[in-house]
């Protein structure tokens, strides 16, 4: 089984839906986080969590919200989706018992029309 | 603010060819560097990390890469590249004082037979 699974895989939704993408993970790590990738731009942080009472902006984080649920669940939303915001998105997470290697979801592809 | 340059956008090689991937950060402190390898369709996979010690570190699948601390750079190599290597390939880096990972912009590698 995936350690990192994130639900869903794809989605197509139109502009000014609420959208809920979620992550979960089975390798006990205390931090997580949310990327978008973008063709020619690398991945950026949207937000990550170093616990769950701790949730902290990356540097794209305007149009999105996060909920740490659990140690194990990290949710991204985008509260009224846009166009712009059509992409890759990636979760992953990392530990001080893996050298803070960060371990990554296999995306979700998400389409605003 | 820490940034992570990636030169080479798109590389085209030939089976048997070698192969080097360039990657230069800023940041003035001490790092840990990471190359992570995207196969198409498929989530970021480790290929190799470096954090202290011998500055040239082998990963899986016959890749390497040099620490060159006077330069700035994190160059990947490989001696013959195959055609599974075909994947996007991505520089990152974290100051020892953050576990934010900054990632390069990726360089796509198409190998053809």
């Known amino acids: 089984d995936a350690d990192v699974t994130q639900t869903p895989r794809n989605r197509i939704t139109k502009t000014g839906k609420r959208i809920m993408l979620e992550c979960s993970q089975t390798k006990g790590h205390d931090r997580m986080y949310w990327y978008r990738q973008d063709p020619g731009l690398g991945l950026r942080l949207i937000y990550y969590?170093?616990?769950?009472?701790?949730?902290n902006k990356g540097e794209i984080s305007d149009g999105y919200s996060v909920s740490r649920q659990a140690q194990a669940k990290f949710s991204l939303s985008l509260e009224s989706a846009i166009p712009n915001q059509t992409a890759l998105y990636f979760c992953?997470?990392?530990?001080?018992?893996?050298?803070?290697?960060?371990?990554f979801g296999p995306g979700t592809r998400l389409t605003v029309l | 603010a820490q940034s992570v340059s990636q030169h080479n956008h798109h590389v085209i090689l030939s089976e048997a060819a070698s192969l080097e991937l360039g990657c230069n950060y800023s940041?003035?402190?001490?790092?840990?560097l990471f190359w992570y390898v995207q196969y198409p369709g498929q989530h970021l996979q480790l290929l190799l990390k470096y954090f202290s010690g011998d500055p040239l570190v082998k990963g899986i699948k016959g890749f390497e890469a040099e620490f060159i601390k006077s330069k700035f750079s994190f160059n990947l190599r490989k001696p013959s590249v195959q055609w599974s290597d075909t994947a996007e390939y991505f520089c990152?880096?974290?100051?020892?004082?953050?576990?934010?990972?900054?990632f390069g912009t990726g360089t796509r590698l198409q190998v053809f037979p």
């Open positions: 992953a997470t990392s530990d001080l018992r893996d050298s803070w290697e960060q371990f």
């Open positions: 990152a880096v974290n100051a020892r004082n953050t576990d934010k990972l900054i």
């Open positions: 969590s170093f616990d769950v009472k701790d949730i």
């Open positions: 940041y003035g402190g001490t790092v840990n």
